[in-house]
């Protein structure tokens, strides 16, 4: 009786963190989102226009947007996946389609111009928005 108290507690407690950590990312995500998701269809335009001119390979392009567009849902993929009753393989986690950082140094680099970028982004829209 008592193991079935504790799995109990341990299913509400898990059921209150994932709640939480969808709240959290439904508003981060999504403040990170926009920025990105505008910063790379701007890219993937650049890049069309100039392969109109040029060959240029679009693919690294049609990569990142891809990436960009699936970013959001992608978040809410993983923190379900990773709260489920099922044990917890990071292989297992669904591939994304990027390069990832080989350092840590350089991953929190990429992290920090990601969110001083989404930070501009705001605050252009945001006094933009306040002028008309």
């Not at 950590?21 to 989102?33: D, K, P, Y």
């Not at 993929?77 to 292989?91: F, K, Q």
Request: aromatic share 12%; charged share 15%.
């Amino acid at each position: 009786m008592n193991e079935d108290t504790n799995e109990g507690v341990i299913r509400i407690i898990k059921i209150a963190v994932t709640v939480v950590a969808i709240v959290a990312w439904s508003v981060i995500g999504f403040v990170l989102w926009i920025p990105l998701l505008t910063r790379m269809i701007a890219y993937f335009v650049g890049i069309v226009v100039a392969s109109s001119y040029r060959k240029i390979n679009t693919k690294p392009a049609q990569n990142s947007l891809n990436v960009a567009i699936e970013f959001y849902i992608s978040g809410f993929r993983r923190i379900l996946y990773v709260m489920t009753d099922e044990a917890y393989d990071p292989a297992a986690l669904p591939a994304m389609n990027n390069t990832q950082p080989v350092s840590l140094l350089d991953f929190l680099k990429s992290v920090a111009a990601e969110i001083v970028w989404a930070i501009v982004f705001w605050i252009a829209v945001f006094i933009t928005s306040a002028t008309w």
